[in-house]
Nanobody
Framework: QVQLVESGGGRVQTGGYLRLSCVDS????????TGWFRQGPGKERAFVAAINPSGLDSNYAQSMQDRFTISRDNAKGTTYLDMNSLQPEDTAVYYCASGPFARTDGSGFTSWGRGTQVTVSS
């Protein structure tokens, strides 16, 4: 069974940087697409980024592709999200997800972490 655990969230000021990590304890990490979603206060869950099993192909939500970078280390079973130039509107709970394929509506991801809070203050 896949278990995803996120870390790295916290409080930063506008313009700051955070790196989120997601450790996958399952056995199929190297075959799974992984991704990040977020849910801000009073908002629906939204796609952030996804990366394919090899790590060679990724896609992003348009509003974040210039500031966020997704990567993975298959040897460590870990997916990362580097977030630069953070803005107050980036405040959200960030969730890691894993599955056979990626869709921006979240379908295709079969396992989800519990989330890590990111708060950006102005």
């Amino acid at each position: 069974q896949v278990q995803l655990v996120e870390s790295g969230g916290g409080r930063v000021q506008t313009g700051g940087y955070l790196r989120l990590s997601c450790v996958d304890s399952g056995r199929v990490f190297t075959f799974a697409t992984t991704g990040w979603f977020r849910q801000g206060p009073g908002k629906e869950r939204a796609f952030v980024a996804a990366i394919n099993p090899s790590g060679l192909d990724s896609n992003y939500a348009q509003s974040m592709q210039d500031r966020f970078t997704i990567s993975r280390d298959n040897a460590k079973g870990t997916t990362y999200l580097d977030m630069n130039s953070l803005q107050p509107e980036d405040t959200a709970v960030y969730y890691c997800a894993s599955g056979p394929f990626a869709r921006t509506d979240g379908s295709g991801f079969t396992s989800w972490g519990r989330g890590t809070q990111v708060t950006v203050s102005s």
